[in-house]
Nanobody, 124 residues
Framework: QVRLVESGGGLVQAGGSLRLSCATSGLTFRMATMGWFRQAPGKEREFVAATRWSGGSAYGADSVKGRFTISRDNSKNTMYLQMNSLKPEDTAVYYC?????????????????WGQGTQVTVSS
């Protein structure tokens, strides 16, 4: 049974930092492409970043590029999202997701497994 558990969310002031973690079990982690998505109230789920099993990473909205960094530790079956210079518009529930598919992995439909999400709230 595949399980993804996010942690590290919370309340932070604008300009602050948070590091999200996604701990996995039941997954052949080294063979999975892992992604972060977020969903703000009243908005659709948005692709944030992905780290591919084959190496390399991708980022979604221009607004996170240069501020967010995705990484993974295959020895710990865990993925991370370092978020710096946070803005109120980064407020959302952040989800981690996993897929074995060799797709572009930037759409929700590309992923088979999902965590429950962790709330990130950035105050102005």
């Amino acid at each position: 049974q595949v399980r993804l558990v996010e942690s590290g969310g919370g309340l932070v002031q604008a300009g602050g930092s948070l590091r999200l973690s996604c701990a996995t079990s039941g997954l052949t982690f080294r063979m999975a492409t892992m992604g972060w998505f977020r969903q703000a109230p009243g908005k659709e789920r948005e692709f944030v970043a992905a780290t591919r099993w084959s190496g390399g990473s991708a980022y979604g909205a221009d607004s996170v590029k240069g501020r967010f960094t995705i990484s993974r530790d295959n020895s710990k079956n865990t993925m991370y999202l370092q978020m710096n210079s946070l803005k109120p518009e980064d407020t959302a529930v952040y989800y981690c997701a996993a897929t074995y598919a060799s797709s572009r992995a930037q759409a929700s439909d590309d992923y088979q497994y999902w965590g429950q999400g962790t709330q990130v709230t950035v105050s102005s």
